[in-house]
């Protein structure tokens, strides 16, 4: 299995000068091959522009101080550039053409295969890469023995601190799933409470308005700040820090979240949103942005793979709008937040009824039974307060036999 491990480093001022003017020359290679597939009639092979670069160093010296697997990645960052944007374009999406890269907009390389490696060095680890040096690391995790690394992506994140990320192949064999999964889930994502599960949980949204208010002060104090001076570039990275505090924030609740549901259960089910389109709708896009639905579910979606769990995502048309005991569709409100259906007199929720049409489509997608066994409640494994509340009486005999029929049809 692939994993990315990400660890922070320690480059002196000599270090840190080499790996900005690495970053600057590749930035301006990365220009280069764009200029020349926009002046291309027909745009060749990845490989054909690849196979320039030795002529290329003739008349451009710069590129000689920069190892070769460097400057092909960056041909390969071109043309994976181009890929994403034809895949937009194919899916209906307005999209324009690939842009150069400013300074700010460019602030990585990536080692393949070769050119790099982690030493000890004096009884302190450290990151060797071929043209550069050697850089100090803080390993706060070992990678696994039996991990064989495959590349190093080096960044400088906006606060001006440099991160190693290591793209990694672990030797193990994948978990099978169970035939016949026993704890399942269905979970329905909002903003009003991040996600209601089948179990009768109801997780709050974390609360981030604290970091928010000193993100929004520091930005304040940064438009009074005259640009490009001193005092500005200080204040800049006051706010990068905010920001970065604030996105770690989010992904510690998430990862956590995600692990838990990954771990404890046999199946879970989601939605399959469109998380970028939802962020472009009118009306609440901050809140439905801060919420991060799609890295929540990429996120459970690789760890439901490592912990040998099905990941089922369904269609969310209408799972608020049906009934979750006679499939009744009732028209609501965003306001309204409990379901009533008119029909079978079935009360719940509103996002707890829709967590149990998402189970109940992902069961009928994966082609198996709900077990009769009612689901037990457990604990969150988070260190921030996180309330939960029984929102459904979970075994429902009407919701089961629902479910049951759905799937031997």
Same mark, same amino acid.
């Given at each position: 299995?692939?994993?990315?491990?990400?660890?922070?480093?320690?480059?002196?001022?000599? $270090?840190?000068?080499?790996?900005?003017?690495?970053?600057?020359? +590749?930035?301006?290679?990365?220009?280069? =091959?764009?200029? &020349?597939?926009?002046?291309?009639?027909?745009?060749?092979?990845?490989?054909?522009?690849?196979?320039?670069?030795?002529?290329?160093?003739?008349?451009?010296?710069?590129?000689?101080?920069?190892?070769?697997?460097?400057?092909?990645?960056? =041909?390969?960052?071109?043309?994976?550039?181009?890929?994403?944007?034809?895949?937009?374009?194919?899916?209906?999406?307005?999209?324009?053409?690939?842009?150069?890269?400013?300074?700010?907009?460019?602030?990585?390389?990536?080692?393949?295969?070769?050119?790099?490696?982690?030493?000890?060095?004096?009884?302190?680890?450290?990151?060797?890469?071929?043209?550069?040096?050697?850089?100090?690391?803080?390993?706060?995790?070992?990678?696994?023995?039996?991990?064989?690394?495959?590349?190093?992506?080096?960044?400088?994140?906006?606060?001006?601190?440099?991160? *190693?990320?290591?793209? $990694?192949?672990?030797?193990? *064999?994948?978990?099978?799933?169970?035939?016949?999964?026993?704890?399942?889930?269905?979970?329905?994502?909002?903003? &009003?409470?991040?996600?209601?599960?089948?179990?009768?949980?109801?997780?709050?949204?974390?609360?981030?308005?604290?970091? #928010?208010?000193?993100?929004?002060?520091?930005?304040?104090?940064?438009?009074?700040?005259?640009?490009?001076? *001193?005092?500005?570039?200080?204040?800049?990275? =006051?706010?990068?820090?905010?920001?970065?505090?604030?996105?770690?924030?989010?992904?510690?609740?998430?990862?956590?979240?995600?692990?838990?549901?990954?771990?404890?259960?046999?199946?879970?089910?989601?939605?399959?949103?469109?998380?970028?389109?939802?962020?472009? &709708?009118?009306?609440?896009?901050?809140?439905?942005?801060?919420?991060?639905?799609?890295?929540?579910?990429?996120?459970?979606?690789?760890? +439901?793979?490592?912990?040998?769990?099905?990941?089922?995502? =369904?269609?969310?048309?209408?799972?608020?709008?049906? +009934?979750?005991? +006679?499939?009744?569709?009732?028209?609501?409100?965003?306001?309204?937040?409990?379901?009533?259906?008119?029909?079978?007199?079935?009360?719940?929720?509103?996002?707890?009824?829709?967590?149990?049409?998402?189970?109940?489509?992902?069961?009928?997608?994966?082609?198996?039974?709900?077990?009769?066994?009612?689901?037990?409640?457990? *604990? /969150?494994?988070?260190?921030?307060?996180?309330?939960?509340? #029984?929102?459904?009486?979970?075994?429902?005999?009407? /919701?089961?036999?629902?479910?049951?029929?759905?799937?031997?049809?």
């Amino acid at each position: 299995m692939h994993y990315n491990y990400k660890y922070r480093l320690d480059p002196p001022e000599a $270090i840190r000068e080499e790996l900005l003017y690495h970053v600057d020359t +590749c930035r301006q290679l990365y220009n280069h =091959v764009l200029y &020349l597939l926009n002046e291309a009639e027909d745009i060749p092979a990845r490989y054909e522009v690849q196979g320039r670069l030795p002529d290329f160093k003739t008349w451009w010296d710069d590129l000689g101080d920069v190892h070769s697997k460097v400057l092909q990645m960056v =041909v390969k960052r071109v043309y994976d550039n181009l890929s994403t944007l034809k895949a937009q374009k194919e899916n209906g999406r307005a999209v324009g053409m690939l842009k150069w890269k400013a300074p700010r907009e460019y602030q990585s390389f990536t080692y393949n295969q070769s050119g790099f490696k982690l030493k000890n060095t004096s009884g302190r680890p450290v990151l060797w890469l071929s043209k550069i040096g050697e850089i100090p690391i803080h390993l706060h995790r070992n990678i696994p023995e039996n991990a064989t690394i495959k590349q190093v992506t080096v960044k400088q994140e906006p606060t001006g601190k440099w991160y *190693a990320t290591f793209g $990694i192949d672990v030797d193990e *064999a994948t978990p099978e799933k169970p035939e016949t999964p026993e704890q399942v889930v269905g979970i329905d994502v909002g903003i &009003l409470k991040y996600a209601h599960d089948t179990d009768g949980y109801a997780i709050e949204s974390p609360d981030f308005s604290d970091e #928010r208010e000193r993100l929004e002060r520091a930005q304040r104090n940064l438009s009074r700040k005259e640009r490009g001076s *001193a005092n500005w570039e200080k204040q800049r990275q =006051v706010v990068a820090e905010r920001h970065a505090d604030l996105k770690r924030k989010r992904r510690d609740f998430l990862h956590k979240l995600s692990n838990h549901y990954a771990k404890e259960y046999d199946l879970v089910a989601v939605e399959d949103l469109d998380a970028k389109r939802l962020v472009e &709708l009118p009306d609440n896009s901050r809140n439905r942005a801060g919420a991060a639905w799609g890295t929540f579910l990429r996120m459970l979606q690789y760890k +439901c793979k490592r912990e040998g769990t099905h990941f089922v995502a =369904v269609d969310a048309e209408d799972t608020t709008k049906e +009934c979750a005991s +006679c499939g009744v569709k009732t028209d609501k409100p965003l306001w309204m937040r409990e379901h009533s259906c008119p029909s079978c007199g079935f009360e719940a929720d509103r996002d707890a009824n829709a967590a149990w049409n998402i189970l109940s489509r992902g069961l009928e997608k994966v082609g198996v039974v709900h077990s009769e066994s009612t689901p037990v409640e457990t *604990a /969150l494994p988070v260190d921030t307060p996180v309330s939960a509340k #029984r929102v459904v009486e979970t075994g429902s005999p009407t /919701l089961k036999e629902r479910t049951e029929k759905a799937v031997s049809e």
